[in-house]
């Protein structure tokens, strides 16, 4: 499909589906009564066998699609970002990954982008539930061009992934052509004076905050980290030795997520001081993405501040 | 197998889960007692499955949702040569194959994984779905507890076999109407079970869980029946077959066992 601004995320992943779908006997795809939301309602008309809706019991679907797992199959399930982590921890804990089963967990609309749903479905710790169960990879698409390179790599991994869906179009980052490693993080601006470390859509937040802090002669590289487990260590850590001053960036809470991850990795590795941006200690509330970004401080300006402030304790 | 063959094959299993457990000294004897009886109705007589290939395409498969009865489990497997007998006495013991909880990645025979209650009737599900799909002719059995059956999770899987018709899924609640706080009755009550199982759509059978006579009936008419899941109630006596552990009542939801009581068990299985 032709991947442009207007493009959706969601369609990405329904026309991905679709062709694997058509074209192998064992994806499917399981939906929890937001097949609307998430798009994937097209593929239950196209095909009534391999795309089930199994009503509102998130835990059932995660349950049956490590029963079909175990029968061969390939499912993706879908769901709001809160009920594909928090409500399924266990399901996904014990049926999906102790159970080895090879199981895609879509949960969309990440953290601010839950928007007018509100504090009850913006998930600010659904990296951090995932994080803590081994083997499972934890992605958070950036843009339609690298998700589209991404998904048949994440279709064919031998293990449980979670991905962590805007469904709307954040603004396109990567150039068409852009090749896309599922495991690496890369540098979509190259600086000398800082790291900024981002993922999902605080990636172009990122860039924009690189633009004014070049504007105050900081030069400022940014790393886009769609994927979070297993954090590319090897990467991050090059940039953090070169600059020696690093910022996280992330629309999550900064406990156990990004910004763990980078810490820890720095701290083993590379140790500089790190400032983050990021949801601290509230949870979400209603209202469109400015606001919100206001109110999390999810802003350029934030990105900006941090920025300053870590190069200020080199 | 004939009846007598079955019964005599109920107290092989019965003899394997008080060694299996009687070895290590400790376990969840009762629960695993109470189920020996339908496992060998359908380990004798009714499912088809290979011990020298456990993954056969197109295998009935068995998914013990009370994950705890693992040693039930491994009682049957060893029985029928999935593993060697000798494997029994390393339960729980570090790097066994043979964990407190099935690990179908860990035992041969072992179909899913599972021990966080709820959560194997909903894979038990998906199996079914799965073989639709393959149309492989294979049933899925599953074993529930009565205590699992105050989870959330049994009511949804069950809500979606009832409303989907799979009818190649047969479950079976071991209902001793006991869990490890107290009776059944008095902490959260199912009563009534066969009621509630045909609201969700189900054939449902109650009967004796320990009479591996009703036991061949009910499943032999549950595999003809089609158009519906099944429940089969196994009205059963927890700890069934060794008097002290029936005795205990509650407390043989996970009770010690010395190498007296283990003897004193086997004799009495053995009729001796």
Redo the contacts between chains.
């Keep these: 499909m032709e991947l442009n601004e207007k493009t959706l995320m969601r369609d990405v992943l329904v026309e991905f589906l679709r062709e694997r779908i058509t074209s192998d006997d064992v994806t499917m795809v399981l939906d929890a009564d937001l097949a609307k939301c998430a798009g994937t309602i097209a593929l239950e008309k196209e095909f009534p066998?391999?795309a089930?809706n199994?009503?509102i019991?998130e835990?059932?679907m995660?349950?049956?699609?490590?029963?079909?797992?175990?029968?061969?199959?390939k499912p993706f399930i879908t769901s709001f970002g809160p009920f594909a982590s928090r409500r399924i921890a266990?399901?996904a804990?014990?049926?999906i990954c102790?159970?080895?089963q090879n199981v895609k967990i879509v949960g969309t609309d990440p953290g601010i982008a839950a928007e007018l749903n509100g504090g009850t479905h913006m998930p600010f710790e659904d990296v951090a539930i995932y994080r803590s169960i081994p083997d499972i990879l934890i992605y958070e698409p950036t843009d339609v061009v690298e998700f589209a390179e991404a998904l048949p790599q994440i279709a064919d991994y031998p293990y449980p992934v979670y991905i962590r869906m805007h469904r709307k179009n954040p603004p396109i980052v990567h150039p068409a052509d852009f090749k896309f490693d599922l495991k690496k993080a890369h540098a979509l601006k190259e600086g000398k004076d800082v790291t900024i470390v981002a993922s999902g859509l605080m990636v172009s937040t990122a860039l924009d905050a690189a633009k004014e802090l070049e504007a105050d002669g900081i030069s400022a590289e940014v790393i886009c980290s769609p994927t979070i487990k297993p954090i590319d260590a090897e990467t991050i850590c090059a940039s953090a030795k070169k600059t020696g001053a690093v910022v996280t960036a992330e629309n999550h809470n900064v406990i156990g997520a990004l910004r763990s991850a980078v810490a820890e990795a720095l701290v083993e590795n590379t140790p500089v001081p790190l400032e983050s941006v990021g949801v601290k200690e509230k949870f979400g509330e209603v209202g469109k993405v400015p606001y919100l970004r206001k109110a999390f401080n999810l802003e350029v300006c934030d990105v900006v501040a941090a920025a300053k402030k870590v190069i200020s304790r080199k | 197998m004939n009846y007598d063959q079955l019964r005599a094959f109920a107290r092989d299993i019965r003899a394997n889960i008080v060694d299996c457990i009687g070895s290590l000294g400790v376990g969840h004897i009762g629960g695993c007692l109470s189920i020996a009886d339908v496992l060998a109705v359908l380990y004798g007589k009714h499912m088809r499955y290979d011990p020298e290939n456990p993954k056969m395409e197109g295998r009935d498969r068995l998914i013990c949702s009370k994950g705890h009865a693992g040693p039930a489990v491994y009682a049957v497997l060893a029985e029928k040569g999935f593993f060697p007998k000798s494997e029994l006495a390393t339960l729980n013991r570090g790097g066994t194959h043979l964990p407190s909880h099935c690990d179908m990645n860990k035992t041969p025979g072992v179909d899913m994984t599972a021990g966080s209650l709820g959560q194997g009737f909903s894979c038990a599900v998906g199996a079914a779905i799965g073989s639709k799909l393959k149309k492989d002719g294979a049933t899925i059995y599953c074993i529930i507890g009565d205590g699992e059956s105050q989870e959330g999770q049994i009511w949804e899987a069950g809500m979606y076999a009832g409303s989907h018709k799979l009818d190649n899924l047969i479950v079976f609640t071991d209902y001793n109407k006991l869990q490890l706080d107290g009776t059944i009755e008095e902490i959260n009550d199912l009563a009534p079970l066969a009621d509630k199982w045909r609201a969700f759509n189900f054939a449902v059978w109650d009967i004796d869980g320990n009479d591996v006579e009703a036991i061949d009936k009910a499943v032999s008419e549950a595999r003809a029946l089609e158009g519906k899941p099944k429940m089969i109630i196994l009205n059963t006596v927890k700890g069934k077959g060794v008097s002290f552990v029936e005795a205990a009542k509650v407390g043989s939801h996970s009770m010690n066992i010395n190498a007296e009581q283990r003897a004193e068990a086997l004799k009495e299985i053995r009729g001796e």
Aim: proline content about 0%.
């Design positions: 066998e391999r089930l199994v009503g019991a835990a059932n995660a349950g049956i699609a490590a029963g079909l797992s175990s029968y061969g199959f266990d399901q804990m014990i049926s102790y159970a080895k």
